[in-house]
């Protein structure tokens, strides 16, 4: 029914036009946000707004913001200066929505502070954007956030960034309050989708040549359907397999304290669940796991990778870690080590603690010092790095089937693509090799990326 609504507005605003008009948007967070950023793409487009690369030449700048750690703020005060040259000089309407315009400080420190931002919206209001600037667009300035959880609305109009490989939300919030996290506050508690409309979206994007899907979530792998039958993750997974045309299936963020056995099964039994899973570990301490509220320990951890090793031969697994956690001794990062050394991961992704307001661990006494987070962060990183480059060379001499993405953004001349394993690979050939699967012979390895030619 609201979705109908919005597509009214939809047409008013078109009809308001006459000649075209353009939108900038800058995605700030995860592929959630990512995922939130295509839906904003498809409703401007169906608005008639054409996209632009560049904020000078925008009718309306978006900002889809991330509140996950301290620098988001940073960069958006950046931007917003930026952009306030363009509504000066020429009437350039700014709209800021995301995780951020959640935190009520922030959107009081918005109004007060860039008074010439024309539009706030938040999380769970996305989807009446049309509305929105529908009265944007009547000269008033418009704050349309909500702090209860939105519903789950299906039927918004969607521009995707690519066309083979896509994003596909399957529940929004959750319930987990990991004592460093903000996403409980900004996006609300767990909501699933129904799996009848994420079967057929699926089925959809098979039908116009996806190839790729990613399911998104917070916590993928507590993910609940409807009805009187159980439905969970592990079904989701199965039935998405079915999908012909679909053929490689990657999730994003699974939680090791519900990788329950059925989950295991069914990416076992799978031919298509990537073999390179993303298991957050955290710390590898038990008690500042214990303090973080993850609810699993260190030997659990452990324990299930070694389950999913025995389990599914050939699976790699890649990470996120927190260095300097409220209370974290040199003993329990020599723990986060340890489980670094263990495990191999295939990539980590690092991060320095970083208080957030209204979080368990931002009232936590015992804050660690910048200087001896930053310390710890240094030792991780060569850790990882050095266990990277040791990883990398048992690519080296093999031959990978790699989805050829586009072209390098580092390199015009070459192109890229990813292995099965997700490590970058850079190869020389023609654009029309763009959206093919080519088997590729590694020749040398670069830390962060590999280099192949046509095998
Ligand atoms: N739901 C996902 C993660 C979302 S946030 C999951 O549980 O894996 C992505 C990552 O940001 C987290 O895994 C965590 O490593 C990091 N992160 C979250 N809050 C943080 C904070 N306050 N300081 C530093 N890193 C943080
Ligand atoms: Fe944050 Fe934890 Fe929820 Fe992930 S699982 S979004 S880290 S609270
Ligand atoms: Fe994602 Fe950042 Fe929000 S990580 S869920 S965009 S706070």
Redesign the pocket.
């Known amino acids: 029914m609201k979705i109908k609504e919005q597509l009214n507005y939809i047409e008013q605003v078109k009809n308001k036009f006459t000649k075209p008009h353009y939108y900038y948007i800058l995605t700030m967070g995860c592929q959630l946000n990512e995922n939130d950023s295509e839906k904003l793409c498809g409703m401007l487009e169906k608005m008639e707004y054409q996209k632009v690369e560049n904020m000078k030449e925008a009718d309306i700048i978006v900002f889809n913001t991330c509140c996950i750690r301290e620098n988001a703020e940073e960069k958006l005060f950046g931007k917003l200066g930026e952009a306030k040259e363009f509504k000066m000089k020429k009437g350039t309407i700014i709209a800021i929505g995301g995780c951020m315009m959640q935190e009520p400080h922030m959107v009081k420190k918005i109004t007060e502070s860039y008074p010439y931002v024309d539009l706030i919206f938040g999380t769970h209001t996305l989807h009446k954007f049309p509305e929105d600037l529908e009265k944007v667009l009547e000269k008033n300035k418009i704050q349309d956030v909500l702090d209860i959880d939105g519903e789950v609305y299906e039927g918004v109009p969607i521009k995707r960034q690519d066309k083979k490989k896509a994003l596909v939300t399957i529940m929004y919030g ?5 004592s ?5 506050y900004v ?1 609300g508690r767990e909501r699933s989708r129904k799996q009848e409309d994420i079967l057929k979206e699926i089925e959809n994007l098979a039908k116009e040549g996806y190839e790729e899907i990613t399911l998104l979530g ?2 993928v792998n507590s993910y609940q359907g409807s009805g009187e039958e159980k439905y969970g993750f592990s079904h989701l997974l199965r039935d998405v397999e079915k999908i012909e045309g679909i053929q490689k299936i990657n999730f994003m ?1 699974p ?1 090791p304290k519900d990788f329950t056995d059925d989950v295991i099964e069914a990416i076992a039994d799978s031919k298509k669940v990537t073999r390179i899973i993303h298991l ?1 570990l ?1 710390s590898g301490s038990t008690e500042v796991l214990k303090n973080m509220n ?1 609810k699993y320990t260190k030997e659990q951890y452990l324990t299930l990778v070694e389950k999913m090793q025995k389990r599914i031969p050939g699976i790699v697994f890649s990470t996120d870690i927190i260095v300097g956690f409220p209370g974290e001794t040199e003993q329990d990062f020599e723990d986060t080590l340890d489980v670094v050394k263990k495990v191999h991961f295939e990539q980590v992704f690092m991060f320095i603690y970083s208080r957030r307001k209204g979080t368990m661990a931002d009232k936590m006494e015992n804050q660690v010092l910048e200087e001896i987070k930053h310390k710890r962060f240094e030792r991780l990183k060569q850790l990882v790095e050095s266990q990277i480059a040791e990883n990398n060379q048992k690519y080296i001499g093999t031959v990978q089937n790699i989805l050829v993405e586009g072209k390098s953004k580092n390199n015009d001349h070459m192109l890229t693509g990813r292995t099965d394993t997700n490590k970058v690979v850079i190869l020389e050939g023609e654009e029309d090799l763009i959206g093919k699967t080519i088997p590729i012979k590694i020749v040398s390895e670069h830390m962060w990326y590999l280099k192949g030619v046509k095998s």
């Not at 959750?174 to 990991?178: D, G, L």
């Not at 460093?180 to 409980?184: A, G, N, T």
């Open positions: 959750c319930n987990n309050f990991c460093y996290c903000i996403v409980p996006r917070q916590n963020s939680h957050p955290q993850r």
